[in-house]
């Protein structure tokens, strides 16, 4: 199965050049230059060109996951607009700049599980390996058995295996070496369940499906209840709404070693009272992942918090969002008052989840 473009585009580049238009918060000043790439061999050339002239280089996929400065970058951005999508058996191969919620659909179509709970997550395809992306108890991790990059360093295109990527929660290799690795390709290895999805991890998703954890539904049934749900807290872009013009989830949620976890149960009971309950899921060596979005509310920043042109979504307290007329600085100084509130209620500081150019939290 070959999915492909109808139409050919031509590579573009363009001086003082909007960003803003290229991610879905729709802030950011513009760059200094704006390359538009097609092709993996056009991906190549434009960053051998900024690295050769010593230009800093911004690498933009679908925007999902970026909170750019007012005053823009100052150097050259790539837009990585690269398509193709090719199913082999159960084997997937991506292009970089494949929108990655309708790849899922069409995988889904194709009768294949392993990534039908991660729909309708906005961006492209050569992002989902840097943060690790996932929701709804999939993590990308879990199928993908290679990534093809451009490596900067060595001046080549590589390989890299699943255990290269050094995947953790919402972080990779990619992640930890943001000016080494351009993406060009991600790899899939998915299963053929008759076109039944994998087992349900996440409990929300089985309640909504009237099963339980563990079992399998139809494919397509998961993805549109995972559909469903992501649109109920505003986490499926739309244009038309201003709710929805965020990054997702904005925050990370809170990995505690046992001593910050007890610290944190503590400062909790003393807070809410001594019945109080925070999410709390094991993550390995005695660590325990709680949940940022409870943290938030309870520390008093609830849905549609915000008087300004950035607020809090009225769906989801992990979303923080542009209402139509906000500037990057709005975003952040509502970010920076969420996470001293929850550090001054908790003790605990959360962490942004969006890659931050040239302004930080």
Known sequence: MDVADTAEVVETAEDNAPLAPLTTFRLGGPATRLVTATTDEEVIAAVRAADDAGTPLLVIGGGSNLVISDKGFDGTALHIATRGFRL???????AAGENWSDAVAHTVEAGLAGIECLAGIPGSAGATPIQNVGAYGQDVSATITEVVAYDRRAGETVTLTNEECAFSYRHS?????????????VRFALEDAGGLSAPLKYAETARALG???????????????????????GMVLDPADHDTWSAGSFFTNPILTEAEHAAFLRRVRDRLGPDAAPPAFPDGDGRVKTSAA?????????????????????????????RGEATTEDLLALAREVRDGVRAAFGITLVNEPVTVGVSL
């Open 294 to 322: 409870w943290l938030i509310d309870r520390a008093g920043f609830t849905k549609g918090y915000g008087s300004g042109p950035a607020r809090i979504s009225t769906k989801h307290t992990l979303a923080l969002t542009n």
């Open 211 to 233: 099963v339980e954890p563990g079992d399998r539904v139809p494919a397509a049934t998961a993805r549109e209840t995972v559909l469903a749900l992501r649109a109920g807290k």
């Open 173 to 185: 290799r990619f992640k930890q070496h943001p000016d080494r690795f351009v993406v060009l390709r």
């Open 88 to 94: 082999d058996g159960t084997d997937l191969e991506l």
